[in-house]
């Protein structure tokens, strides 16, 4: 069955998913549009970029219509945990509500996903239904926000809000790339009897995840909101296991007494501007178990095609010929 060419617009696609999902989507032969401040990690990708902020509203609208897109993926966020208030994250609000209203002008437009986060809620929390939220992060209020807006201005074609969990592999940043070049560079260590189990993805998975949702229909108001990660959870003992032993090595454990003391250390250098690898905020994440019931987006895309040792290679494999 040959596949029919979609023009599908993408905002922040020179990020670490969106430069994969362009990869995929460019390799599936759709026409593309990324609309991004900044420019493609990958060069031959250029062709498809523009630098677009979606803050300015006039020039992503022009952007927008010039394009006409059939679909829309939106992934352009400010991420980081470092911002002090709503106003940092600025992207996650009034650049949702831009894209809205032109999305609300498109009248050929047939599907548009907005990227929200899991930490709409804090870790280890079951919320109740799609509207339950409890962030305890700035960052994780800014994307309830995103939400709050998607919903106050839901476009008249299908839509859905996506929560990626935490999601790994090539292109990926802090915290998960840190983790691999640990494991590599032999200094990472189990934290005692302390090791979680949480709900990751690999970005391979990810993209097929993203790519079932935006191709199939999801009109049902009570199912808008699908996690992307990969199911069963992955306990981080097993993985970093996994991890060293495709290279060969072996991972030591240390007391959590210890670890617990480099924590405060890793408080106190932050509090000077240092960056030590850890802190307290990032010892409770990484022992504290956060399993995110995925049945949904399994419903959608039910067969993942990578396992994780398969991502585990590619990963690797793509680090060291980045030399990274």
Not at 41 to 50: A, C, E, G, M, Q
Not at 239 to 254: F, M, Q, S, T, V
Not at 268 to 291: D, E, Q, V, W
Request: glycine share 8%.
């Amino acid at each position: 069955m040959m596949l029919v060419k979609k023009k599908i617009l993408i905002t922040g696609g020179s990020g670490f998913i969106g430069t994969n999902l362009i990869e995929k989507l460019v390799l599936d032969g759709h026409e593309i549009l990324n609309v991004d401040i900044k420019e493609p990690k990958i060069f031959v990708l250029s062709k498809y970029w523009r630098n677009v902020d979606i803050n300015n509203f006039q020039n992503l609208r022009q952007n927008v219509h010039d394009f006409d897109p059939d679909y829309i993926v939106h992934l352009a966020a400010r991420t980081d945990l470092d911002g002090e208030s709503l106003e940092d994250y600025n992207t996650n609000v009034m650049g949702v509500e831009n894209l809205m209203k032109i999305a609300n002008e498109l009248k050929t437009l047939k599907k548009i996903i907005i990227t929200s986060s899991m930490l709409v809620f804090y870790g280890g929390y079951c919320p109740r239904d799609q509207f339950d939220y409890a962030p305890t992060t700035i960052y994780g209020e800014s994307k309830v926000k995103t939400e709050k807006i998607v919903w106050e201005h839901a476009p008249s074609c299908d839509w859905a809000i996506i929560r990626p969990t935490s999601i790994w592999g090539p292109w990926f940043g802090t915290p998960y790339k840190n983790f691999f070049e640990m494991v590599i560079a032999k200094k990472y260590f189990h934290i005692g009897n302390k090791g979680c189990t949480k709900t990751y993805g690999y970005v391979g998975n990810s993209i097929y995840q993203i790519e079932r949702i935006l191709f199939t229909e999801t009109t049902n108001e009570l199912n808008k909101v699908f996690f992307i990660g990969d199911n069963p959870a992955t306990n981080i003992e097993e993985w970093g296991n996994e991890i060293a032993n495709e290279l060969g090595g072996k991972i030591r454990k240390i007391p959590y007494f210890i670890i617990k003391m480099a924590a405060f250390l890793g408080d106190a250098l932050k509090l000077t501007g240092i960056y030590f690898p850890m802190n307290s905020f990032r010892l409770h994440n990484m022992t504290t178990n956060n399993i995110v019931n995925l049945k949904d987006t399994y419903k959608v895309a039910p067969i993942l095609p990578y396992s994780r040792k398969k991502g585990i290679k590619i990963t690797l494999k793509w680090m060291l010929e980045k030399n990274i």
